[in-house]
């Protein structure tokens, strides 16, 4: 099983920005979907973003246009660049692969992103 270990969370101010990593113990070379997934207090966990293994990305409506995800195959790692971060961004966020549409059963620590208004 790959494992996963999400960094590069904070606290930042509204408006700020975050470049969110997600270091694989094992090669992802192989798997075609990562993902980005985040839970806030209170709610249900959701998909932020996807990326093929051929680059193809997909984004939740409400980070379009200011999230981007990116993965280097070579350091088994997936980013997620976050910019003009708003106080509804705070979450825990996670990395995770998307097999026949649903995530991998192994979800890591996650790193806590906090915007302040």
């Known amino acids: 099983q790959v494992q996963r270990v999400e960094s590069g969370g904070g606290l930042v101010q509204a408006g700020g920005s975050l470049r969110l990593s997600c270091a694989a113990s094992?090669?992802?070379?192989?798997?075609?979907?990562m993902g980005w997934y985040r839970q806030a207090p209170g709610k249900q966990r959701e998909l932020v973003a996807l990326?093929?293994?051929?680059?193809?990305?997909t984004y939740a409506d409400s980070v379009k246009g200011r999230c981007t995800i990116s993965r280097d195959n070579a350091k088994n790692t997936v980013y997620l660049q976050m910019n003009s971060l708003k106080p509804e961004d705070t979450a825990v966020y996670y990395c995770?692969?998307?097999?026949?549409?649903?995530?991998?059963?192994?979800w890591g620590q996650g790193t806590q992103v906090t915007v302040s208004s």
């Open positions: 995770n692969v998307q097999k026949q549409g649903y995530p991998g059963s192994f």
């Open positions: 094992g090669s992802i070379f192989s798997i075609n979907v």
């Open positions: 990326i093929t293994s051929g680059g193809t990305t």
